[in-house]
C-alpha cells in the first residue's frame, strides 16, 4: 500500500531559555524541511511572533520572565492567524494537562523533544490547518 502524505513547509518558532537546546531544536527543524526561529524569553518570543508570523510555536514553559503558560495565553488573544501551540514540558501530571489545555496549548511533549516527536507536532499542526478536504483554512 503507498501512502501519500502532504508535507507543508512550516514556520516554527521555538521558545526555549535554554539556547542550545533552543539551536539544537532549531537544527532538527530545518533538516525535516521547515523554518525556524528561536527566543530565549517570553517577551523575545512575543515580539518574534509578531515579525515572523509562526504557523507553529514550540513553548518551553518554564521561561525566566514569563511563562510559557501567560505567553501561550498572550498568543491566542493576537487577531489574525491562529497558531499551533506545543509545550515543552518536563512534567506530565494530571494539574500540569489541566493548566495546558487552560492556557490555550494545542498539545504538549516532554523534554527532550527528538525528531520524532518533532515530527508528530509538525503533522499535528499540519492536520489543524488543513481542512477534511486538505484545503488549507
Known sequence: TIRRVLVIWM??????????AAD?????????GHEPLAATTGEQALEHASTFAPDVVLLDLG???VSGYDVARMLRQRPGKQLFIAAL???SS??????IRAAGIDMYVLKPAGADN????????????CSPTGDLR
Open 63 to 65: 521561561l525566566p520572565d
Open 118 to 129: 518533532l515530527g508528530k507536532i509538525i503533522a499535528a499542526a499540519q492536520r489543524s490547518i
Open 94 to 99: 494530571p494539574d500540569e494537562r489541566v493548566r
Open 24 to 32: 539544537a531544536t532549531c537544527l532538527l527543524l530545518r533538516l525535516l
Open 11 to 20: 514556520r516554527v518558532l521555538v521558545v526555549d531559555d535554554y539556547p542550545g
Open 89 to 91: 514540558t518536563g512534567s
